[in-house]
């Protein structure tokens, strides 16, 4: 494994949480340092998203147990706006549509929000739709869809292509992909990867939750973890993926 | 529901203070004396008295209506106060005169009342209780031959102008609160735009009811004569008291050959607390008639305040050509009840109308939209398009669309749309996850669902209306 030795930017320890009296994480650890790509992978319902959401801030999950801070800062005291604010960001494995808001229109308040909160400069339509049509190279989308409303009429990959340009203008310092390659055809899933990795630099991180090794093809993990029933209970290198991919989930789960 | 959006819906009415005023009222109730003592006390006419005792009689006669989609206490017409004015009465001639208490009053409303308000270009009738307080700019209008002053005042000034047009759109007998109104309306504001001219500044009307237990009854009518246009602002607000106030105005609008009516609403009456508790009966009567050729008359209103709107401004586009357009946004919080929408009654060959409805419900209120478009069967080549959307925020809300289209004439094109929509949690906290904060999302996705009402605003009005939705959603989301 391989430790690239930036300063820690998530560090999970022992998470538990419930939906509705259900207990869906049971005791969650992570670490994430800047410069490192994280994959998650798990069968349907061991709480990958689960996960994924409640680092965000999803209103329909409770903290239970154990801790989590995002840059030193405790995570759980921080409303999800403000996690968001401070560099968290989800793409979300189901993008929602927001019809009457255009994309340009939401992009830039959020980006004009984030500039306060980091004390510069916000920027009036016409600077922002030149940084907007420069990023928006990165998802290789028309810039027509700059105009329509946030994800309305979008194909799935559309979709998907649009939370990635989202990251490109927020620039997170973490980003959760909760499983973007989800619904992408193999054109899709290139241009959403190629994407990503052209956003990663050596003071950001990336966290993927995904069913499937093709992502990770496009987008190579420094670290793989496993998780069932609601633990993270193996960890290993980029090679881990394939031999799930190979051999299944069971024999992880066996030895858990 | 997240309790985000519960509270930014429940924003206080800041409008809710009484102005400490001495008001000369007539007792309460309603009895032909009581027609007669107003009608005196205005020095009017024996032709005005006459139309208002006989829509008394007919008003007798007929029942309130019961098929709007609102429930409400009987309301007992003999527990109204029918006539209240600031005293002292006296011909105001500037601005100078007005009470210091009434002035105070409406620069919290934010009406502008004083001069250098007035540079901005607004022409203002202020009403206040039942009587015309003040109309600014009329000298200047006079010049070009436009006449904007009170009703009253038009009554006398003008009488051959008011006897020839009033009740010729809303006939006395035409509905239950029009009877009412014709009987005993008050004040109101008159306008008269002669052939050929255009208006050179938007025209305005400040509704302010601040008696307890008193009733408003205006009358607004406003006449464009060939080739003349117009543009009509209108702002209503109310104190904050316990019990239900009675508002039943009537407005009527005519347009001849190539006239054009645009006629915007703002409307902000007291609509009750949380628990349904006091709150302004809007029962309005709003209808323009395209009388000409060419002649056009938009309509366009935000209704966000009341406890219970009745309301339906209509087009009756009777000259060949004529164009009649509604564009509405109705926001409901708590227990208010709202029925509103539009009629569009095509007489003349190739007639158009268009409706935009937006219906925003939040709280446990109910919010419908009720329309009627008519083709009747001279009206060749006669088109309507109608969109009606609802949008709920939270569980506890409701939404209904009641649509009738009666076509008499087969070469009409009559096109109906429909949707409706909820801001969800979901929304919600993409919004959040793009760190947006909960109000600002609500205001950008209301604005986006109000956006094809919002463009048909004057630019002043439009600012107001985006402020105003966010006020009354401010703490109902979160």
Redesign the interface.
Known sequence: MINKGGKVLLEVKNLKAEVDGVEILKGVDLTVRAGEVHAIMGVNGSGKSTFSKVL?????YTVTGGTATFEGKELFSL???ER??AGL??A?QY??E?????NS??LR??YN??QN?RGLEELDPLEFEDLVHEKIKVVEMDPSFLDR?VNEGFSGGEKKRNEIL?MAI?EPKLAILDETDSGLDIDALRIVANGVNSLLTADNAVVMVTHYQRLLNYIVPDYVHVMDAGRIVRTGGKELALELEARGYDWVRAAA | MSSAIQNLVNQPYKHGFVTDIETETVPKGLSEDVIRLISKKKNEPEWLLDFRLSAYRHWLTMEEPAWASVSYPKIDFQDIIYFAQPKPKKQLASMDEVDPELKRTFEKLGVPLHEQKIMAGVAVDVIFDSVSVTTTYKAKLAEVGIIFCSFSEAVHQHPELVKQYLGSVVPSGDNFYAALNSAVFTDGSFCFIPKGTKCPMDLSTYFRINTEGSGQFERTLIIAEEGASVCYLEGCTAPQFDTNQLHAAVVELVALDNADIKYSTVQNWYAGDENGKGGIFNFVTKRGLCKGINSKISWTQVETGSAITWKYPSCVLLGDNSIGEFYSVALTNHLQQADTGSKMIHIGKNTRSRIISKGISTGRSSNSYRGLVKIGSRATGARNYSQCDSMLIGDNCGANTFPTIDVQNVTAQVEHEASTSKIGEDQMFFFAQRGIGSEEAVSMIINGFCKDVFVHLPMEFAVEATKLLGLKLEGSVG
Request: glycine share 6%; charged share 15%.
């Open positions: 965000a801030g999803h209103p329909d409303a999800a706006e968001a604010r960001f989800l979300f993008p929602v927001i019809p009457g808001v255009s229109a939401l308040l959020a929000t984030l909160e409303s989202q927020l």
